[in-house]
T-cell receptor, first 114, second 113 residues
Framework: EPEVTQTPSHQVTQMGQEVILRCVPI?????FYWYRQILGQKVEFLVS????????KSEIFDDQFSVERPDGSNFTLKIRSTKLEDSAMYFC????????????FGSGTRLTVV | AQTVTQSQPEMSVQEAETVTLSCTYD???????LFWYKQPPSRQMILVIR??????QNATENRFSVNFQKAAKSFSLKISDSQLGDTAMYFC??????????FGAGTRLFVKA
């Protein structure tokens, strides 16, 4: 069964530092996403990415955030100047088509900002 | 704005029994897609079942089935013959066919031996 792989599984960073969360989507999928889940709260959409550009982003996804597909396999989320409130579980997902068929999610990266 | 509401934060069920998780949503769209995702303690979300709004027939996947009531904007998940491995957080989710999926707050289900 193909998987979405995320690394690292847990990242601790100092407030104000930059972090890069990495994801390897399923190889034949064309759409990529980042979601986050603050502890005990809803899963929130951050951004979708298709054809090497952002296709949609939420209000949360401001200038502090950026995404990139640096090569044919990786999909990264960069968070600049991290804040305490950025502490959350970050999930990468991919899909063959747009969201109508659902996603395959990765296991997530737990980001802790101290 | 589209919203998804799961009114049951926690539920429990005896092994082998049947349990129903509730979900309601709000939308002005006529065509859309609804999902139930399972998030076991290992935290990876897995797609359990999917329903297309233009299909009247309720989706089923083995022990999992839905009761889709379009007029009432209700989309409940029924788990039959519950197993210990069904213990997880269950999220109801909505998508119009576009890029963004909206999730409910989740229902934590405990299956007791």
């Amino acid at each position: 069964e193909p998987e979405v792989t995320q690394t690292p599984s847990h990242q601790v960073t100092q407030m104000g530092q930059e972090v890069i969360l990495r994801c390897v989507p399923i190889s034949n999928h064309l759409y990529f996403y980042w979601y986050r889940q603050i502890l005990g709260q809803k899963v929130e959409f951050l951004v979708s990415f298709y054809n090497n550009e952002i296709s949609e982003k939420s209000e949360i996804f401001d200038d502090q955030f950026s995404v990139e597909r640096p090569d044919g396999s990786n999909f990264t989320l960069k968070i600049r100047s991290t804040k305490l409130e950025d502490s959350a579980m970050y999930f990468c997902a991919s899909s063959e088509g747009q969201g109508s068929r659902g996603y395959t999610f990765g296991s997530g990266t737990r980001l802790t900002v101290v | 704005a589209q919203t998804v509401t799961q009114s049951q934060p926690e539920m429990s069920v005896q092994e082998a029994e049947t349990v129903t998780l509730s979900c309601t949503y709000d939308t002005s769209e006529n065509n859309y897609y609804l999902f139930w995702y399972k998030q076991p303690p290992s935290r990876q979300m897995i797609l359990v079942i999917r329903q297309e709004a233009y299909k009247q027939q309720n989706a089923t996947e083995n022990r999992f089935s839905v009761n889709f009531q379009k007029a009432a904007k209700s989309f409940s998940l029924k788990i039959s013959d519950s197993q210990l491995g069904d213990t997880a957080m269950y999220f109801c989710a909505y998508n119009t066919g576009g890029f963004k999926t909206i999730f409910g707050a989740g229902t934590r289900l405990f299956v007791k031996a």
